[in-house]
């Protein structure tokens, strides 16, 4: 393997040091970004050649040397003289941070409005029409503002090519804005650590042109209409990330895995069983903690009020087919 | 007759010769047994907490599952950062070096408190145990931050709780006070005659601003301690939402005492480098007081910084640029530190032997640490870099890079005093080689990954960053084995070495003027206290291949 495949940067697009930049606010950023590099290259190579210098052009020749004439071991205005400088670079960087920081937290009042939904361990994006996807799709062009809330615990939306992140908090929301400039997918990573599978809390930021991100839309909003029951409840169980708990291939994940499980009799923690019928599982979607399967722990959120009964539907018809 | 201050004479008992048994030891009053017995157990703890680093990197090695499971990993991590913040970088250098130094520096016979001396170690014992015990049984996998709501939820180690590992840490706090409370009473009242606080060595300045912090700021990290268990024993609402709390308050408390700490970390392993680059220059320290103040002044404005870890938190935009703007003004004591080593080289009569040797890699490594810093305490950028591989890189740099070279530095500085006996300087100089090489690759290629966009705490990565995450993972593994050489020729040296002289490397602080070891009471009479970085007193000897006070002009 060669160095040029082994540390080339992700996307063949970005430069060494970053992943491409596909927002308004990324240039501010990589300019400070790169200020500071500059900064820090000429004060480390300064510091140490001289630390260098010295250490072989002042080398001890003989034990019992000492140094051959008495230099001075102190000196104001030296001491004042070189902290001005490092006191000056904080006052820039301070002013350049804070201000391409304060307008990346002010959203244009026009922006459009995508509320998004943390959970152990997957996102959801729900739009103005009410449709809710797991991924982040979003027009380019135009100032989007996001409305972030958690189910359970902390969690961070972080869009690298975007650099943009926020922590995402229970029982509180908070905001963050961007203006994409170009169409094309980018990676979304969680970067609160949140448990057990932190790191497969992924999704993609999907930007189209805002006639494609409409069309997409209108679309993907009336699946319920458009498809079968069965294939729309697909559709549903990725989008909401119910996937990322439940495999349909018979793996227990975080979760038990739901192939085969319709008529199946369940066992569950509290030494009771049921069939599961089409009751049993729209009250596990519901209200998962009052009946935990034996062997799994109570960490499902509850669906009540974000899925729809159509919906729920949907997916207990998809259900039943995983055989 | 040699100078009479030099008492060579090898039939009077040493510390170590005094008395004999495990007991002896176990019960000992002395300063320095115990200042090697809490270097033993932190010893112990920095190869733990390695063994879990290197299981960590293993598993790094590819994208996807390598040797272990997600929930094994996250457990791995949590005890690496645990055992490595508590139980070996807080207490390594102040209450194993301290310890032993402390008192020769001043030049009597022990701390103000021996007994509570003695008990902090017991209580240091207790308390890492309670922790690492219960995150082994209780499967934390927290990290070692403990962020509610996530360590509070019910869900968390399943069969038992955070409680009892935050009551280990809780326990730790207690020891780090009594050591704390006991180094500024000794400074403050038992300094000889002639030491003025301008004329005291710059060590213990350092520890003394440690001190303060540790007792200003480790109560508040007991409070939240407490506030969390609390909060899971009763189910009352303070960091947990669902229950009424405010999990960003956590964070508020977490980071004052933890911010605090990070100076907890690096402050000795600063004073320790100011006595060797002064020493090995063989020249007076330059900027005595600015170094000195400097010191104060860090641990001042390391208490106003906390906000700087949670610039996406949550915490409203205000507050967050307040703390960024004071974040800054730490970077000038700081600065001022470095360019005063820098100073005192010049025209110096450089010896590069081995401790000098890792207090030039802590310049280098700190200098990186610290310039880094300035990345991640400048908004927007914090706002990209924050949480990912760049910061695991930043505090790596200044915290290994600086507090681990610091503390072989001064290992190896001080090791003829603790053991009187010499290392080969030539393994040692393998092992300083392998350490700087080991430490620059596994923590340089963490820059690039972070910059990238690789988030910190994941246990399975997306295929683009392998490379780099692979050369990470070999750099561990060779800053392993240059650990391993490094503490290898420390402790063949202590049992093999070649017999030291009182003062091999010319230095003029107090604790070189008696014994290589020093017997129990350390000195025969009250040692005169002059300026600490005066080395002109001491000429080389070559039958003892130490230094001796120069003969008194009239002889």
Known sequence: MTGAILFANPANEGTFWFPPQASTGAEAVDFAYNFIYWVSVVSFVVVVSLMCFFALRYRRRARGELPPERTASHNTVLEVGWSIPVALTGGILFYLGAVSFLDSRSPPSDAYEISVKAMKWAWSFTYPNGHTSPNLHAPSGRPVRLVMSSDDILHSLYIPAFRLKQDVVPGRYTEVWFEATEPGEYQIFCTEYCGTKHSEMLAKAVIQTPEAFTRWLDEASNILDRLPPDEAGKQIFSARGCVACHSVDGRAGVGPSLLGIFGKTQKFVDGTTTVADENYIRSSILNPASQVVEGFNPVMPSFQGSLKDKEIDAIIAYIKTLK | ?555
């Open chain 2, 1 to 555: 007759m040699t100078a009479t201050t030099m008492p060579m004479d090898t039939s009077e008992p040493t510390y170590l010769t005094q008395a004999r048994g495990a007991l002896s030891w176990l019960l000992t009053l002395d300063h320095k047994r115990i200042g090697i017995m809490y270097l033993v157990v932190t010893s112990a703890s920095l190869f733990l907490g390695g063994v879990f680093a290197l299981l960590v990197r293993t598993e790094l090695l590819t994208p996807g599952e390598t040797i272990m499971t997600h929930d094994t990993y996250n457990r791995m991590f949590t005890l690496h950062g645990a055992v490595m913040v508590f139980l070996f970088i807080i207490p390594a250098i102040p209450a194993a070096i301290g310890n032993f130094v402390l008192p020769l520096m001043l030049g009597v016979k022990d701390v103000a408190f021996p007994r509570l001396n003695l008990a902090s170690f017991y209580v240091w014992v207790l308390g890492a145990l309670v922790l690492v015990a219960s995150m082994y049984m209780s499967a934390i996998d927290t990290g070692w931050t403990f962020y509610a709501p996530y360590s509070t939820s019910k869900a968390v180690g399943s069969a038992t709780s955070v409680g009892t590992s935050a009551m280990g840490a809780f326990i730790l706090g207690f020891s780090s006070i009594f050591t704390a409370i006991n180094f500024i009473a000794t400074i403050n009242k038992m300094r000889p005659l002639g030491m003025s606080w301008f004329k005291m060595p710059l060590f213990l300045w350092a520890l003394y601003a440690t001190a303060i912090i540790q007792v200003l700021a480790t109560p508040v990290l007991a409070i939240t301690l407490l506030l969390l268990a609390i909060e899971r024993a009763f189910g009352l609402g303070i960091f947990n939402p669902a229950l009424g709390g405010d999990p960003v308050l956590f964070q508020h408390f977490f980071w004052f005492y933890s911010h605090p700490a990070v100076y907890i970390m690096i402050l000795p392993a600063m004073g320790i480098i100011s006595e060797v680059v002064s020493v090995f220059s063989r020249k007076h320290i330059f900027g005595y007081k600015f170094i000195a103040l400097s010191s104060l002044a860090i641990a001042f404005l390391g208490f106003l910084v906390w906000g700087h870890h949670m610039f996406v938190s949550g915490q409203s935009p205000l507050m967050s640029i307040i703390f960024s703007a004071l974040t800054f003004t730490v970077s000038v004591p700081s600065a001022i530190k470095v360019f005063n080593w820098l100073a005192t080289m010049y025209k110096g009569s450089i010896w590069l032997a081995t401790p000098m040797i890792y207090a030039l890699a802590f310049i280098f490594l700190f200098a990186i640490g610290g310039l880094t810093g300035m990345f991640l305490g400048t908004l927007n950028v914090d706002v990209h870099l924050h949480d990912t591989y760049f910061v695991v890189a930043h505090f790596h740099y200044v915290m290994v890079g600086g507090t681990l070279m610091a503390l072989l530095s001064g290992l190896y500085y001080w090791w003829p005093k603790f053991f009187g006996r010499m290392y080969s300087e030539a393994g040692a100089r393998v092992g300083a080689v392998l350490v700087f090489i080991g430490f620059n690759g596994t923590f340089f290629p963490q820059f690039i990954l972070g910059s990238r966009g690789m988030p910190r705490r994941y246990y399975a990565y997306l295929p683009q960053y392998q490379g780099l995450h692979m050369l990470s993972t070999v750099g561990a593994f060779i800053l392993g084995i240059g650990l391993a050489t490094a503490f290898g020729v420390l402790v063949y040296a202590a049992f093999r070495g070649r017999r030291a002289p009182a003062n091999p490397w010319g230095a003029n602080t107090i604790e070189w003027q008696t014994a290589s070891p020093p017997p129990s009471y350390n000195f025969h009479d009250q040692p005169e206290a002059g300026d600490p970085y005066d080395f002109e007193g001491w000429v080389y000897d070559a039958g003892t291949d130490g230094y001796v006070k120069k003969p008194a002009v009239v002889a």
